[in-house]
């Protein structure tokens, strides 16, 4: 079955980094597009990142010029470096897979059980 683990979050000040991973198990990782989500206390889900199977990325507005993506097939691990962190990234990051973006509220097939990542001083 699928199975999506995130690790690396954690609180960090602002202006930091971080880097989050996400190992996956259970289905061909190189043949899918995966994706970057989160979501903020209140909020709905948010999708951040896109890399699809032809290595093409694309991300949000709110995180462009900051965050980038990227991802190991061999290791079936998908990565994201998050760099001049503000306190509004403040939120439960997930890796995901199966995912709608057209919406305001992002909704995912698959994901994993999310990292939480905190900017605050």
């Known amino acids: 079955q699928v199975q999506l683990v995130e690790s690396g979050g954690a609180l960090v000040q602002p202006g930091g980094s971080l880097r989050l991973s996400c190992a996956a198990s259970g289905f061909a990782f190189s043949q899918y597009w995966m994706y970057w989500v989160r979501q903020a206390p209140g909020k709905g889900l948010e999708w951040i990142s896109i890399s699809t199977s032809g290595r093409n990325i694309y991300f949000a507005d709110s995180v462009k010029g900051r965050f980038t993506v990227s991802r190991d097939n061999a290791k079936n691990t998908l990565y994201l470096q998050m760099n001049s962190l503000k306190p509004e990234d403040t939120a439960l990051y997930y890796c995901?897979?199966?995912?709608?973006?057209?919406?305001?509220?992002?909704?995912?097939?698959?994901r994993g059980q999310g990292t939480q990542v905190t900017v605050s001083s």
């Open positions: 995901a897979r199966d995912c709608d973006t057209r919406l305001t509220v992002t909704t995912c097939d698959y």
